[in-house]
C-alpha cells in the first residue's frame, strides 16, 4: 500500500521502488532485491535487504538482515539486526546487533548484544545485559560496563581479541590484546596483553598477563 510518499509493505519479493518513496514500512516478510535509497525505513516484521541500502534513518524493531553494504545517518535497533558492511553514523542498540564484515561508525551505543568482525567508532559505548564479542573494536574513547539493574550470578562480557583506541575504560571484558593511551581495566577483566603510552590502571579483580608501554617493548 502506497499513501504519498509512504510506502508499506506487508508481504513481497520487491524488484523496484518508486522514485518518490520516502518513508518505507515493513510489516510483513519481506525481501527487497535491489538498492534502496530513502529518507527513512521502519521495520516492524522481517525484512531481507540483498542491495545497498543507504537512508537517513532505520528504526527496527523486527528483524533485519542488510546484506550487502549500507550507508546510514541513525540507527535505532530494538530487535535483530544484521549488517554486512558500512557506515552509520549513530547507533543505539537495545536488541541483537551483528557485524558481519566491518562497520565504520562516529557512535555507537549498545545495550544489548552485539556480534561482529570488526569495529571502527570515535565512541563506543557497551551497557552488557548480554554476552557479546568483536574480534576487532578501534575507537578514540571505549567504555565498556555492565548495564545497570544486572543482577544474574552469570556475569555478562565482551570478548574480543584486539581492542585499540585513545582513552578506554573497559570492565567485564576478555581480550587478547588491549592497547591505548589512558587505560583503565576495571572488575571482572582478563586480559593478556595491555600495551599503552601514557598510564593504565588495573581493578584487583582483574587479571593482565603481560604488559607493556609502547616505545619500550624492543
Not at 148 to 171: A, M, N, P, Y
Amino acid at each position: 500500500m502506497k499513501e504519498g510518499k509512504i510506502w508499506t509493505v506487508t508481504r513481497a519479493k520487491v524488484k523496484g521502488i518508486k522514485a518518490d518513496c520516502e518513508t518505507l514500512h515493513v510489516l510483513g516478510a519481506v525481501t527487497f532485491k535491489q538498492d534502496v535509497q530513502v529518507q527513512r525505513v521502519a521495520v516492524f516484521g522481517q525484512a531481507s535487504f540483498h542491495g545497498i541500502v543507504i537512508a537517513d534513518q532505520l528504526d527496527n524493531k523486527g528483524v533485519c538482515f542488510i546484506k550487502d553494504t549500507c550507508e546510514i545517518q541513525n540507527v535505532k535497533n530494538m530487535g535483530h539486526l544484521q549488517l554486512k558492511a558500512g557506515r552509520v553514523i549513530n547507533v543505539e542498540s537495545s536488541g541483537y546487533l551483528k557485524v558481519v564484515q566491518k562497520l565504520e561508525s562516529e557512535c555507537l551505543t549498545v545495550n544489548g548484544a552485539l556480534s561482529g568482525r570488526e569495529i571502527m567508532a570515535k565512541e563506543f559505548h557497551c551497557c552488557l545485559s548480554a554476552n557479546s564479542s568483536i574480534q576487532k573494536l578501534i575507537a578514540d574513547k571505549i567504555i565498556v560496563e555492565r548495564a545497570r539493574g544486572t543482577f544474574s550470578l552469570l556475569k555478562k562480557k565482551l570478548k574480543c581479541e584486539r581492542i585499540v583506541g585513545k582513552t578506554l575504560s573497559l570492565s567485564y571484558t576478555e581480550a587478547n590484546e588491549v592497547e591505548g593511551d589512558e587505560v583503565f581495566i576495571g572488575p571482572s577483566c582478563s586480559i593478556h596483553t595491555l600495551r599503552y603510552t601514557k598510564n593504565y590502571t588495573i581493578d584487583p579483580v582483574s587479571t593482565v598477563q603481560h604488559i607493556i608501554k609502547i616505545g619500550e617493548d624492543i
